[in-house]
């Protein structure tokens, strides 16, 4: 199926690894240009000139989106250098630190973030032929996961967010949609090390899912690119659950 992204310009933050890179990865596969940022600069270089490399145009920012007016910034740069966006995936997360700390990390990086994201992205939407926004969620946020924290409620927060968005938005033909993983692997990642460290919760974590394995980044990151695609044109407020099975509530 031809996804009809070619010549797109997409914003993607947290870009240079995990689920954020996967997302780059098919969509500039697909013909997307793409808007990276990431905390780390050698990262970000690193993954400009692989993804430049395909062809298509790529800009790159050292970055900290905690920092309202400076990711707004980067924003505005990024959309005039591209000639444009037609897509905003918020992608980030926040640290896991002790009590208080960890909880605005968390509202600052997984709600913050998404907001002033939209705010800057709204501009370039209103000249797009095909607007979107993409949030990245968790099956934490659906179903009790390992304890009351402030990941788990915050990604709650951002997808009651991105449902209200989405009806606010929608007269100006701007979709906003989000997707929550389930256990997804990545080599390096936090269940690889969930693996190494505490073997038995990793296994009992498989053995909740029906299909019998964790996902992976690529398979997140396939739902992205449709739900942003032309092919995806009417489909809004939905939050796409991609879990092998794991979560038990029956949605409809």
């Known amino acids: 199926m031809d996804l009809q992204l070619k010549g797109h310009n997409v914003l993607v933050t947290g870009g240079t690894k995990g689920i954020g890179r996967a997302i780059v990865e098919v969509l500039s596969d697909e013909g997307c240009n793409i808007a990276l940022c990431a905390r780390n600069a050698d990262d970000v270089n690193a993954a400009v000139e692989a993804i430049s490399a395909k062809g298509v145009k790529v800009v790159g920012q050292q970055l900290d989106v905690g920092d309202g007016d400076a990711f707004k910034a980067w924003i505005a740069e990024a959309g005039e250098a591209l000639g444009g966006l037609d897509a905003y995936v918020s992608n980030v997360s926040g640290s896991n630190a002790p009590g208080d700390a960890g909880w605005k990390s968390h509202f600052d990086y997984n709600i913050m973030s998404a907001v002033h994201g939209?705010?800057?992205?709204?501009?370039?939407?209103?000249?797009?032929?095909?607007?979107?926004?993409?949030?990245?969620?968790?099956?934490?946020?659906?179903?009790?996961?390992?304890?009351?924290?402030?990941?788990?409620?915050?990604?709650?927060?951002?997808?009651?967010?991105?449902?209200?968005?989405?009806?606010?938005?929608?007269?100006?033909?701007?979709?906003?949609?989000?997707?929550?993983?389930?256990?997804?692997?990545?080599?390096?990642?936090?269940?690889?090390?969930?693996k190494q460290a505490m073997t038995a919760f990793y296994d009992s974590t498989v053995a909740q899912i029906p299909l019998g394995r964790m996902g992976t980044a690529d398979e997140v990151a396939a739902q992205a690119a449709l739900l942003i695609s032309p092919r995806g044109g009417f489909t809004t407020g939905t939050n796409v659950v991609i879990d092998g099975g794991l979560t038990k509530r029956i949605q409809y």
């Open 118 to 194: 939209v705010e800057a992205c709204l501009p370039f939407f209103e000249k797009s032929s095909n607007p979107s926004v993409v949030m990245i969620s968790t099956t934490a946020a659906l179903e009790h996961f390992i304890n009351a924290g402030p990941y788990n409620a915050m990604k709650a927060g951002l997808l009651n967010y991105s449902g209200a968005l989405a009806q606010e938005l929608g007269a100006k033909g701007i979709r906003v949609n989000a997707i929550s993983p389930g256990p997804i692997f990545i080599e390096g990642g936090s269940w690889d090390k969930i």
